[in-house]
């Protein structure tokens, strides 16, 4: 792609951007950061009466829990972001018919989709890293140790992230935008389901869970930030953890680009 073609993507990636910081996705992350805050305080008051009062096992867990429960909060709602807004970014545009313009103009489709993934990337990015300097911040004024893994986490959940938001916009050009949402997050979620087929002694069962297995996106066997908090690892199989964590971001990219493929070839239908 040339010159020409990384202005359209910029172009397109700054007006997603802009887009959805207009939407009312914004009341969202007021609510969740007053919610936190909320459970942040309501936490650290407990955290000192245990202190306080000599109980040194209530307070540690208190601790872990309090980082552990503001993290997981925090990706929770960046994650449901991803799929509603990767979800809905083309139906959007084509319900309001916008699209119509941007497209009549002489850019390429798979440079319009790829502009607005990256310029929803760039919000949900810079939410989740917000989340994560919380979190940091936190660790600090608790006092809670971290084993290596944790960075793990927090990369892993980025690229979940990323996964969430690029599958389900590629889903959406051919699908709903409520069953590419679903989608989207019913698809990490099968391979464990699927795993126990793959050693069925009947290979009419073997052969198709297989395919499906091996179709799927890669599963992490652990949650990485909460394993990290409550203690550290014994055997830690680092190697395994990039693994399926540069599996799952080719996975989003090969997806996405497939997505790109079918909406050249697509007759999009305004209502």
Not at 52 to 77: D, F, K, P
Request: with cysteine.
């Amino acid at each position: 792609m040339g010159s020409r073609g990384s202005s359209q993507i910029r172009a397109v990636a700054l007006t997603a951007a802009q887009e959805v910081l207009r939407r009312k996705v914004l009341y969202v992350v007021v609510f969740l950061l007053v919610i936190v805050g909320v459970f942040s305080l309501a936490g650290m008051a407990v955290l000192q009466m245990a202190t306080e009062s000599g109980e040194a096992g209530i307070a540690t867990s208190v601790r872990t829990n309090l980082v552990s429960s503001t993290l997981g909060m925090w990706i929770a709602a960046g994650q449901f972001l991803a799929v509603f807004l990767g979800a809905i970014a083309l139906s959007s545009e084509v319900t309001s018919k916008t699209i119509v313009n941007v497209l009549a103009r002489p850019i390429d489709r798979a440079a319009y989709l790829t502009g607005r993934w990256l310029g929803l990337l760039i919000f949900l990015l810079l939410f989740q890293v917000a989340g994560y300097a919380l979190g940091l911040l936190m660790i600090a004024l608790t006092g809670v140790s971290v084993a290596p893994t944790f960075w793990f986490g927090l990369l892993q959940s980025l690229v979940s992230t990323i996964f969430l938001s690029g599958v389900s916009l590629a889903l959406s050009v051919v699908m709903p935008p409520i069953v590419a949402g679903a989608l989207a997050v019913f698809l990490p979620i099968l391979p464990p389901l699927v795993q126990g087929l793959t050693s069925h002694p009947n290979w009419a069962l073997k052969g198709p869970a297989m395919a499906i297995y091996y179709l799927l996106p890669a599963h992490m066997p652990l949650n990485l930030i909460g394993e990290s908090l409550s203690g550290q690892l014994l055997k830690p199989r680092y190697g395994l953890y990039a693994a399926v964590i540069a599996e799952n971001f080719l996975y989003a990219v090969l997806v996405f680009a497939l997505g790109c493929m079918l909406l050249r070839r697509r007759e999009l239908r305004l209502r």
